[in-house]
Nanobody, 126 residues
Framework: QVQLMESGGDSVQAGGSLRLSCIAS???????????MGWFRQAPGKERAGVAG???????NYAESVKGRFTISRDNAKSTVYLQMNSLQPEDTAMYYC?????????????????WGQGTQVTVSS
């Protein structure tokens, strides 16, 4: 059973930066290197939405709202995916979740990912 553990969430002021990490352990579908990894976020009263995704070949996708501010990367040797978040704004406040799947249809669709972490809270104050 795969386990995903996020870390790095915190409370920051607008304009600040954070780096989220997600380490995968256990048996991932196929192996970690073959999995698409994604970062999603969910604010109170809102649906879980895709923020960034990276596939097994390193192709990256971003939500329009975070393009130019957030960067997703992965270290296959460490089975870890990162989300560097710069120029944070209050609207980025949410619980951030890491997700993994071997063949999601859409990188930003939560229903296409079978493995989830518990989440890490990001709070941005103005």
């Amino acid at each position: 059973q795969v386990q995903l553990m996020e870390s790095g969430g915190d409370s920051v002021q607008a304009g600040g930066s954070l780096r989220l990490s997600c380490i995968a352990s256990g048996t991932v579908y196929g192996n970690y290197r073959s999995n698409c990894m994604g970062w999603f976020r969910q604010a109170p009263g809102k649906e879980r939405a895709g923020v960034a995704g990276i596939d097994s070949e390193g192709t990256k996708n971003y939500a329009e709202s975070v393009k130019g501010r957030f960067t997703i990367s992965r270290d296959n040797a460490k089975s870890t995916v990162y989300l560097q978040m710069n120029s944070l704004q209050p609207e980025d406040t949410a619980m951030y979740y890491c997700a993994a799947d071997d063949n999601p249809v859409r990188w930003n669709s939560a229903v296409d990912f079978r493995n989830w972490g518990q989440g890490t809270q990001v709070t941005v104050s103005s």
